[in-house]
Nanobody
Framework: LVQLEESGGGSVQAGGSLKLSCVVNGYPNSHYCMGWFRQAPGKEREALAAIPAGGVRTVYADSVKGRFTISQEWLKKTMYLQMDNLKPEDTAMYYC????????????????????????????WGRGTQVTVSS
């Protein structure tokens, strides 16, 4: 049974920062992607950032690039989303998710794994944590 638990949400003023955490337990494969997503009321779920478990090759949505940073502590099975310079439009429910369906192997001399930033490629989700940014 795959279990994901987010924490760290809250209310901040515009320009502030929050750091979300997600503990991942029970994923049966050793190679998979870890990602962060959000969904605002009346909007579709948006993929924000992803990283291969144990890897370093990150990918970000344009809407958060330069403001949000995804990271992980592999031994603790925990990933993070550091969110800086928050804006009111960042207000949403934030979810973490994992899946090996999002994992790709880069060819060529550089090699290594990377993740596709695609909501449909992730099938294991946490319950979410609310982030509210006031102006």
């Amino acid at each position: 049974l795959v279990q994901l638990e987010e924490s760290g949400g809250g209310s901040v003023q515009a320009g502030g920062s929050l750091k979300l955490s997600c503990v991942v337990n029970g994923y049966p494969n050793s190679h998979y992607c870890m990602g962060w997503f959000r969904q605002a009321p009346g909007k579709e779920r948006e993929a924000l950032a992803a990283i291969p478990a144990g890897g370093v090759r990150t990918v970000y949505a344009d809407s958060v690039k330069g403001r949000f940073t995804i990271s992980q502590e592999w031994l603790k099975k925990t990933m993070y989303l550091q969110m800086d310079n928050l804006k009111p439009e960042d207000t949403a429910m934030y979810y973490c998710a994992v899946d090996d369906a999002a994992l790709r192997l880069r060819g060529g001399v550089s090699g290594g794994y990377y993740c596709v930033l695609d909501t449909q490629a992730f099938g294991n989700w946490g319950r979410g944590t609310q982030v509210t940014v006031s102006s």
